[in-house]
């Protein structure tokens, strides 16, 4: 049995639970009660837990009695242990109604074996527990009923901005909007594939990257919950907090190596704008507020990968003057163009923008590399997954240098590349390239819009080339609201002061 194998057996008691009036979310946050204190037996942690509250303890019960135990044992495990435990189980409750489910989700856990599992290839895949969760996330996210799609990037994406930012041994690493901890658990996978990790770490060193490496803030409670549980199964240690990126909790971060994340989509509307007073920009748009946190944040030479729409490329007012003061203060070398149909919100075009913090804060993007990842790219969903091998052209693109500055050449239709290599001198434009540079000049004249195109759909005629329907309703709601959320905002402003 495979770690896929595992996810589907766990995946399929979903639909035993649907009868008890369970969603998608609460039978993910219920498996990981579950699974939590499962592991804490495998693992012999369980001196974590309450006296009394072990996976052996809720075994032994039956019937209505095992309902009423776990659901004292979860008001007991949020209150007592260990930091983790608490935090685990902090305000947990369980949405089991019959006796007979709980029953067949404690059976169902107890009866797989968990160290046993082997890989596609036959190798013994050892502790795949982090695996095995990862996996039963990937799938809860998939799920367009489940709605935890806007909490899950998919990792073939992460994997590319890690491989690219190249995170190292003894660096500060944040992602302040961490969903279920994606980016932390590929950056540290990062790490030990590629470096000494930690066994050739002096105690310090280690010390280091077990309390201090990452740092995570999630504002939403129950995903909190998820993240809290995914880098533990990981081996993921450090600062991983609920609260608010975007409110004072955020200004206390300390200055970060690199920071990696994937902020919520769309805006708030109604008390959407940042408490923050470091901010030199305010605004209602979110995307933008958590922009200004992430170079803000990143200490001089930091590096930054980090997904937004396409709205913060092309946003006039406060958006224009963000724009202009994160290629002041960082060398904004690469943007990715990112292709539709990969995340959950319909229509909704995003980018990853890479950027470097300069050590003076005037002056820092002289050119702007775009890889078109989009245009005459397939529609990816069930039937066409996204994989790790559709951005590997764009890394060989991108250079082995993390902060961007690897000698680049223009790459046509991602096959061949153009015969000029781009110096501070030299600017070639390619018009069939899918990579190609634009200096800091051409952007400038643009009015700082960073939503450059330039490649032909090759399946669009005229009036074809016009996004689906669906695509054009999201972009006005995404506007519509974008537009609102200003409006409360400078509402808020202009109140009188009581």
């Known amino acids: 049995m495979n770690t896929t194998d595992i996810v ?3 995946w399929n008691l979903c ?6 009036g369970i969603t998608y979310q609460e039978y993910v946050n219920e498996l990981s009660y579950l699974l939590f204190l499962k592991m804490m037996q495998e693992t012999s942690q369980e001196s974590e837990l309450p006296p009394n509250q072990t996976w052996s303890q809720l075994t032994s019960q039956e019937g209505i009695e095992q309902l009423t135990y776990y659901r004292a044992m979860l008001v007991d495990l949020g209150s007592n242990g260990s930091d983790r435990v608490k935090g685990i189980f902090a305000n947990a409750n369980t949405s089991l109604r019959k006796p ?10 107890d009866d797989l074996d968990w160290y ?3 890989s596609t290839d036959g190798e013994s895949e050892g502790d795949n527990l982090g695996d095995m969760y990862e996996g039963l996330l990937e799938r809860n996210a998939s799920e367009k009923k489940s709605g935890a799609g806007q909490y899950f990037t998919p990792r073939p994406l992460i994997e590319c901005m890690v491989n690219c930012v190249k995170p190292l041994v003894g660096e500060v690493i944040q992602d302040p909007a961490a969903g279920t901890g994606g980016f932390l658990i590929t950056a540290h996978r990062y790490l030990r594939e590629h470096q000494d990790f930690p066994w050739a770490f002096k105690t310090e060193q280690q010390d280091f990257q077990k309390r201090n490496a990452y740092y995570a803030i999630e504002l939403v409670p129950d995903t909190h919950r998820l993240l809290l549980m995914n880098c533990l199964l990981n081996g993921v240690s450090g600062h991983l907090l609920s609260d608010d990126a975007l409110g004072s909790r955020g200004q206390t971060l300390p200055k970060a190596d690199v920071i990696l994340t994937n902020p919520p989509f769309g805006t708030k509307r109604g008390g959407g704008r940042p408490t923050r007073d470091d901010f030199t920009f305010v605004t209602g748009n979110k995307q ?8 803000r944040g990143l200490k001089p030479g930091g590096r930054a990968a980090v997904v937004l729409p396409d709205n913060v490329l092309f946003e006039e007012g406060v958006g224009t003057k963000i724009r202009a003061d994160l290629m002041d203060k ?3 070398h690469t943007i990715l163009r990112l292709p539709t149909g ?3 919100a319909q229509g909704v075009k995003t980018n990853v923008l890479f950027f470097t913090r300069g050590k003076i804060d005037t002056g820092n993007t002289k050119k702007t590399w775009v890889y078109d990842l989009r245009t005459n790219m397939p529609a990816f969903g069930k039937r066409t997954p996204l994989t790790h091998e559709h951005f590997k052209e764009f890394e060989k693109c991108y250079g082995k240098k993390s902060d961007g500055t690897s000698k680049r050449t223009e790459r046509t239709g991602g096959k061949r590349s153009c015969p000029a290599i781009y110096d501070d001198d030299t600017v070639y434009e390619g018009e069939e390239s899918r990579f190609r540079c634009f200096t800091r000049d051409f952007v400038s004249e643009r009015g700082d819009n960073l939503d450059i195109s330039w490649l032909k759909d090759e399946d669009s005629t005229g009036s074809a080339d016009l996004p689906e329907p669906d695509e054009i309703a999201a972009m006005i709601r995404e506007r519509l609201s974008e537009a609102l959320s200003e409006m409360d905002a400078l509402t808020e402003l202009l109140e009188p002061t009581k």
């Open 8 to 10: 589907g057996k766990l």
């Open 100 to 109: 007979r489910n709980l029953a067949k989700l404690v059976q169902s856990i």
């Open 288 to 295: 933008l507020a958590f922009l200004q946190h992430i170079y």
């Open 330 to 332: 960082c060398n904004l």
């Open 342 to 344: 990969i995340f959950y």
């Open 116 to 118: 046993e599992a082997t």
């Open 15 to 20: 639909h035993i639970l649907r009868d008890d």
